[in-house]
């Protein structure tokens, strides 16, 4: 039986004095933010200046879609997202990666 290998979307984040990455893997962009936040959240110890009181604001914003992400002109599979909290922004760019 062949499976079908989900691609993977690539996060740069920038938030605040760092920047990081991670890497889900999901059937399309809108998915991957969903895998995306839950992966923050467990690695929210990492991220400096993140607590709880942020993650929740992000959430709220993910699950009610009030940011989207921007599909960048001219480019193939890139996008842009962009949350902000009182603690700081969320500068987020997506891109879909390869599966190898």
């Known amino acids: 039986m062949n499976r079908i ?4 979307f690539t996060y740069i984040l920038q938030f605040r004095e760092g920047t990081y990455c991670s890497q889900v893997k999901a ?4 998915s991957s933010i969903f895998k995306w936040f ?3 959240k467990e690695e929210k110890n990492e991220i400096k200046f993140l607590g709880n009181k942020t993650l929740n604001d992000i959430e709220f914003k ?9 599909k ?8 842009f997202l962009h949350f902000s909290s009182k603690t700081g922004s969320f500068f987020i760019n997506i891109i879909k990666t390869s599966n190898s």
């Open 38 to 40: 839950e992966k923050i």
């Open 5 to 8: 290998e989900l691609p993977i």
């Open 62 to 70: 993910i699950n009610n879609q009030t940011n989207i992400p921007t």
């Open 27 to 30: 059937e399309n962009i809108e």
């Open 72 to 79: 960048l002109d001219r480019l193939n599979n890139v996008w």
